[in-house]
């Protein structure tokens, strides 16, 4: 009896992202580099992780790129608070040590001495 080995047909694996370093952490208070608004972060995408719609409403020459980290801010400005999506490239960290006036902090966090905030024990896994 004669044997052969056959090696299995190549299958192609996706690629994996390029591992990804966030610079902030939940309940760090940040600001955007270019537009005047500050926030806290209350989540962290490893990657771009919104819709495509929304990616392409961004300018095109103000577009960041989609394999960093992305950030979801309880952010607010001069006019109003809202929920912000904001690439790494964008952000700073805020050393204003004055309080983000949002709503929805006081739900979430508590205020640390070092000025960020810190998940309360509810809301940690």
């Known amino acids: 009896m004669i044997r052969t080995h056959l090696s299995p047909p190549a299958i192609a ?4 992202p390029a591992v990804a370093h966030a610079r902030f952490s939940i309940g760090d208070v940040v600001r955007h580099r270019m537009l005047d608004f500050r926030g806290v972060v209350f989540d962290v995408d490893p990657v771009f992780a919104n819709s495509e719609e929304w990616y392409q409403s961004i300018p095109e020459g103000l577009r960041p790129r989609k394999d960093q980290p992305f950030y979801h801010l309880l952010a607010e400005n001069m006019e109003s ?7 790494q490239q964008n952000l ?6 004055e309080p983000v006036d949002h709503p929805a902090i006081a739900g979430l966090f508590d205020r640390r001495a070092d000025g960020g905030y810190g998940l309360k024990p509810l809301h940690r896994h």
Do not use: G, R
């Open 81 to 87: 608070t809202y929920v912000a999506y904001v690439s």
């Open 13 to 16: 694996l996706p690629e994996a």
């Open 92 to 97: 700073v960290h805020d050393d204003s040590d």
